[in-house]
């Protein structure tokens, strides 16, 4: 933070009463753009965050995990970005993905994968199942906070998934910049490793209690069966007890309303789902499969056929030839390879039945 190019910044730090040389350090650093609070005992980070938040003066807002760092030049860039765009409410960046001594990771870069995709953030569907923003890396404008409300402090493994989807619940937009301006460091320790059902939890709460009812009505029907698919093929739904598995399928095919994550949990733990639903568990888990291979093939379909278009269109405009021209056959067999390329991508497992011929 020292080294930023942008000089005009105030550090906050909150200290949730911790037992090593933390503070010591910090009374090291002479320097009067840092404030320290410190806490008497843990009371976790959303109750940290919500204490340093009220100390921040400026527009914007860093929450940076203790273990990550940023480039020299980061906040300049994405503060010049934001003083351009005021439609933008949260603004990050691509990462580098760093051991745990610092060192760039070299290969299997598994954070840089998962959070450097050019997708649009703003379309809904890229955060079904899903969270492409890395949290070191966001700028949020501290008024969106006013609006939209904190972390939820329910959540201790996606606490900032659930925040950002309800960010576009509320209307803000979502920027990523195409550069990589912040270090994240990846550890054994992970919190996120250590509860992958609880993990599962949360991500089915933000996923029933949020995404629903972000989807366009003209395509709810298709992105709806995404979060199904989802759901039924997930690796922790497969270990649940049968009247759970019935019960989270009642709760979103019925729009069950939920309040909190809390009441969620007690809907999905104790009490009982109805005989229909424990009879689709059943039916699901047999053709799971084969729902999963239908649903790729008609988005594959369509993804074909909206490059056929595109091409036929270039060949008309090109050539001056009609659909039906000499052009044809060539965006034929260009069809063909679209098609032969995609079909071959997923590798679903393809279920036979009794009276099916081989």
């Known amino acids: 933070m ?23 350090v910090i009374h090291s650093f002479n320097d009067p753009r840092i404030k320290l609070i410190t806490s008497r005992k843990n009371r976790g980070a959303h109750a940290a ?3 340093a938040y009220n ?20 906040i300049k860039k994405q503060v010049e970005f934001l003083e351009k765009s005021p439609d933008v409410g949260i603004l990050g960046t691509f990462i580098y993905q760093i051991d745990e001594v610092g060192n760039k990771v070299a290969k299997n870069e598994v954070y840089e994968n998962w959070f450097n995709k050019n997708i649009d953030l703003n379309d809904v569907r890229n955060w079904i199942w899903a969270n492409h923003l890395a949290h070191s890396s966001v700028v949020i404008r501290k008024d969106l906070h006013q609006k939209v409300g904190f972390f939820n402090p329910e959540l201790l493994y996606s606490p900032d998934y659930e925040f950002w989807v309800r960010c576009l619940k509320y209307g803000a937009k979502i920027k990523v910049l195409k550069k990589k301006l912040t270090y994240c460091r990846s550890h054994s320790s992970n919190i996120t490793h250590k509860n992958p059902q609880e993990g599962f939890y949360e991500t089915l709460f933000i996923n029933i209690k949020y ?25 922790m739904y497969g270990k649940l007890p049968l009247e759970e598995k019935g019960k989270i399928l009642q709760i979103y095919l019925k729009d069950v309303e939920i309040e909190s994550y809390k009441s969620f949990l007690t809907k999905v733990k104790n009490e009982k789902p109805a005989e229909s639903f424990l009879s689709l568990v059943t039916i699901l888990g047999d053709f799971r499969y084969h729902l999963d291979w239908h649903i790729r093939q008609l988005y594959l379909h369509k993804e074909a056929n909206k490059q056929l278009k595109e091409q036929l269109v270039s060949h008309k405009e090109n050539a001056g030839r009609p659909f039906y021209s000499k052009s044809y056959p060539r965006a034929k067999g260009f069809f063909d390879k679209i098609v032969s390329r995609l079909m071959d991508k997923p590798r679903v497992k393809k279920l036979k039945f009794k009276n099916e011929k081989n």
């Open 55 to 74: 100390l921040c003066t400026g527009k914007y807002i860093i929450s940076l995990d203790s273990d990550d760092y940023m480039a020299p030049e980061r």
């Open 2 to 24: 020292l080294n930023q190019s942008y000089g005009s910044w105030e550090m906050i730090i909150s200290d949730d009463h911790s037992t090593d040389r933390s503070l010591e």
């Open 211 to 235: 995404l629903k009812d972000l989807f366009e009505a003209d395509k709810k029907i298709e992105n709806d069966s995404l979060i199904l698919t989802g759901i039924v093929n997930h690796e």
């Open 49 to 51: 965050y919500t204490k």
